[in-house]
């Protein structure tokens, strides 16, 4: 159980685009979900935290406009980069936690691979 | 400034030696989760610690959250090719995570 999908898993888009990433929990009810993002051999950052029916809670630093964030649904949550640039590339993973999870788990996608040219 | 501090950053070890990553802070967390990393995939949740003192094994890896909930240790036993990753140690407060930096873990046949 407690599977999280991403999609896509990869790809390349020229700089100006927008590019959309869906996260899916399969198995569970996600209230919260998270968008992290993960450069070479370094750990995770946590970009935002995603709430179904909410706004979602940037962390600092991090642009709302530059990276929209919508949970639509307990099972869905969707980031989109708006205007990529090529220093938008990086490794964008979301996590999710089910409804009754007490130990503060979560699950994570298989992560998605953004090259922007 | 990372939160939790992992250590060692990397780790090289002959198959069937023993190994030991660390993680530590100054801040208290609800719980400690650690993960193992694959290039290219996300992060597999290995185990979680609540209570103070906490000592979980799986298998050949053995997982240990200190008294004062600030700090965990991961040590894996007779190490194996299949042992090899990034190890992540995660502290949450609030529903969100803090991840330290990795422990890149080789272990060589």
């Known amino acids: 159980g407690a599977v999280v999908s991403q999609h896509p898993s990869r790809v390349i888009c020229k700089s100006g685009t927008s590019v959309k990433i869906e996260c899916r929990s399969l198995?569970?009810?996600?209230?919260?979900m998270f968008w992290y993002r993960q450069f070479p051999k370094k750990s995770l950052m946590l970009m935002a935290t995603?709430?179904?029916?909410?706004?979602?809670?940037?962390e600092q630093g991090v642009e709302k406009d530059k990276f929209l964030i919508n949970h639509a649904s307990l099972t869905l949550s969707t980031l989109t980069v708006t205007s990529a640039h090529p220093e938008d590339s990086s490794f964008y993973i979301c996590s999710a936690r089910e409804e009754r999870e007490t130990c503060n788990e979560q699950f994570f996608g298989p992560g998605t691979r953004l090259t922007v040219l | 400034t990372q939160l939790l501090e992992q250590s060692p950053q990397f780790l090289s070890i002959q198959e069937g030696e023993n190994l030991t990553v660390y993680c530590n802070s100054s801040s208290v967390f609800s719980s400690l989760q650690w993960y193992r990393q694959e290039p290219g995939e996300g992060p597999v949740l290995l185990v979680t610690v609540v209570t103070g003192g906490e000592v979980k094994k799986l298998k050949r890896l053995t997982f240990q959250f200190g008294d004062a909930r600030k700090d965990s240790s991961l040590h894996i036993t007779a190490a194996q090719p299949g042992d090899t990753g990034l190890y992540l140690c995660?502290?949450?407060?609030?529903?969100?995570?803090?991840f330290g930096a990795g422990t890149t873990v080789t272990v060589r046949a």
């Open positions: 995603s709430n179904e029916g909410s706004k979602a809670t940037y």
């Open positions: 995660a502290g949450a407060r609030d529903y969100k995570l803090s």
């Open positions: 198995d569970f009810q996600a209230t919260t």
